[in-house]
């Protein structure tokens, strides 16, 4: 059915949406088919999945429960007739096809049922179910037998709303579904909820005046159970994120672990919701400096990652194990990650996602000194540029990719024209962390063509800004010629270098990480794997990637339980891992499974 030109959004009135325009959501035209619900009752503080507004559930379930007393009602007396014998003998019982179709209807979920099972996918960042159910929902109120009270199409107008916001990449999208959420705040609605979900859309189509005049809800305490994912999962996550670019990252690795300890708490570890503050997570502690258990970290969330339909998550995730692999010095394993990741870009149709792999790879390539392998993937990355020129995203990935590229070439000015352009953008935009690690490539590349002024005023800059918010591991991962110039700084007399006194111990502690880093780099994974899995540690690995236990795996080979836990511990050594977990997804990763 097609959408009317000026949709009415009067609670009575009925509002049609096509399949299609609830798949898409592209224009502002399908935003005028929304109506909001959510209000200062809507998600309460304390409140679960029940307290959604409950003056509209309250209809929602009062409706789903009279049509199935109706039906249970009419299905009785058409088989057992006015005097208990049956169809037959009632002279007005109904026809076969009719008690079909009854039947039918008994065996679907009502449209009310399914609005909630959304909404709880949806606070779970379960988004491939969500838009499954919705799509049934809407395949549900279309029927003629339907009976849809008024709020729960309202309901159902704000589960699509927020689903975009958080799901979209794209900036139309994300407004068409905000000016929903916007009408609804301006008329009056006022929950943790509305104020999670608004900021979450005002920070990706990069509006911070908005952002920030959301006014700060209070919402329930973690440790209820009926706390709401959207107010305290959700929304601290994503203000994690917004904390770490504007160079925050004690507040925000706060906000992320706090988030990611809820998650656990009330959906357990191995939901999207919890995947997603556990790759923020991640990456805030790798950026601070902190390694140990991050793998472990992120390949625990990675199952829920490819089948969320997450696709900032999953971006994360393999990002942040693409960057640890490269830091021990396994760039094996870090392109088996961003392998893996391109496929599942290509599966799910993520050209964002694409783009940025290909890029990480491109930046592999390159410090393996692979020019030609590394040109080879920019050339993707502009093919994907030419499909999808609006992406903004996908375009810094390109614009960056070639200035690298550039540099190793040895046409280092060109290159740092690029990344000075993608520098200014990043600060325009108001993502201070990512404009600050352009800086430092910016730098890196001026004093590799000569500009030594320019460079070291850039890098000193630079390290000004890093210091106070706890910037690192930028620093450590830098290229060669900025850290040939830290180490000038650090042996340089105070005199002569000009450097503030108080970043010394800061450069002190980037130099010493850098070369312990060099200096413990583990051997790659071709020579680790040559030393291949006995025959007998193969069948161990394979059995706990079933899930059984020591003393299951002992009697399926028929084996002394002591005897297979040597055999782990010969795993968990050569795969370079020290959990069970981890062993199987680095082995699944290699292709040992």
């Known amino acids: ?52 507004r409950p003056s509209s559930l309250a209809v929602v379930r009062q409706h789903d429960s009279a049509a199935r007393n109706r039906d249970s009602r009419l299905w009785n007396t058409a088989l057992q007739g006015p005097h208990g014998r049956g169809p037959a003998g009632n002279p007005n019982s109904r026809t076969r096809s009719e008690l079909r179709a009854l039947a039918s209807r008994g065996a679907r979920l009502s449209p009310n049922t399914l609005l909630v099972r959304a909404w709880r996918s949806l606070i779970e960042l379960r988004i491939d179910e969500t838009l499954a159910t919705v799509a049934q929902f809407e395949d549900e109120i279309a029927r003629a037998d339907a009976i849809v009270a008024p709020r729960s199409r309202e309901f159902a107008e704000v589960v699509r709303a927020v689903l975009f916001v958080l799901k979209s990449q794209d900036g139309a999208t994300v407004h068409a579904a905000l000016a929903v959420l916007e009408s609804r705040h301006r008329s009056g609605g006022k929950s943790p909820a509305l104020a999670a979900a608004l900021r979450v859309g005002y920070w990706k189509v990069r509006d911070f005046d908005r ?8 919402h329930a305490v973690s440790s209820h159970r009926g706390t709401h994912g959207l107010a305290t999962i959700i929304g601290p996550t994503f203000e994690a994120v917004v904390e770490a670019e504007q160079l925050r990252l004690a507040v925000a690795t706060r906000l992320a672990r706090s988030a990611h300890e809820r998650a656990v708490s009330r959906f357990g570890k191995r939901s999207p919701v919890t995947a997603r503050a556990a790759v923020v997570l991640a990456e805030l502690l790798y950026e601070e400096g902190h390694h140990t258990g991050l793998d472990a970290l992120v390949m625990e969330s990675l199952t829920a990652v490819r089948t969320s339909g997450d696709e900032e998550t999953a971006l994360r995730g393999f990002r942040v194990l693409a960057h640890l692999a490269a830091r021990r010095g396994d760039t094996e394993f870090a392109f088996l990650v961003l392998k893996e990741a391109e496929a599942l870009a290509a599966a799910r149709g993520w050209p964002g996602m694409m783009a940025e792999s290909l890029m990480l790879r491109t930046q592999l390539l390159l410090k393996e000194g692979r020019t030609h392998d590394a040109a080879i993937c920019t050339e993707r990355i502009e093919t994907l540029a030419r499909d999808f020129a609006s992406d903004d995203t996908l375009q810094a990935s390109l614009a960056l990719a070639r200035a690298q590229v550039l540099i190793a070439t040895g046409d280092a000015c060109r290159g740092a024209t690029i990344l000075r352009e993608l520098q200014a953008a990043s600060s325009c935009k108001r993502n201070n962390y990512w404009a600050l690690r352009l800086s430092v490539q910016l730098a890196d590349a001026l004093l590799g063509c000569g500009d030594q002024a320019e460079g070291r005023a850039i890098l000193i800059q630079a390290l000004q800004v890093g210091a106070r918010a706890g910037v690192y591991q930028t620093f450590v991962d830098a290229g060669a010629h900025v850290a040939e110039f830290l180490l000038s700084l650090h042996h340089a007399t105070p005199q002569d270098s000009r450097l503030p006194p108080e970043l010394r111990p800061y ?30 540690e193969h069948s161990v690995l394979r059995s706990m990637s079933c899930g059984l236990s020591n003393k299951r795996i002992a009697q399926e080979l028929q084996i002394a339980p002591e005897t297979v836990k040597s ?17 199987v997804s680095t082995a699944g990763a290699l292709g040992l499974l």
Request: hydrophobic share 40%.
């Open 1 to 52: 059915m097609n959408v009317p030109a000026e949709p009415s959004l009067h609670p009575s009135r009925e509002l049609a949406v096509s399949r299609r325009d609830l798949l898409s959501f592209q224009t502002n035209h399908a935003a005028k088919c929304f109506s909001c619900l959510l209000d200062e009752r809507s998600i309460s503080s304390g409140g679960s999945i029940q307290a959604v």
């Open 507 to 536: 450069i002190g502690s980037i130099l010493a990480d850098r070369a312990q880093q060099r200096a413990h780099t583990l051997p790659t994974r071709a020579s680790r794997v040559t030393e291949s899995l006995s025959p007998r």
């Open 567 to 583: 055999h782990v511990k010969g795993i968990f050594i050569k795969l370079a891992v020290q959990t069970r977990a981890h062993a």
């Open 211 to 218: 952002y920030y005049a959301v006014p700060r809800l209070k």
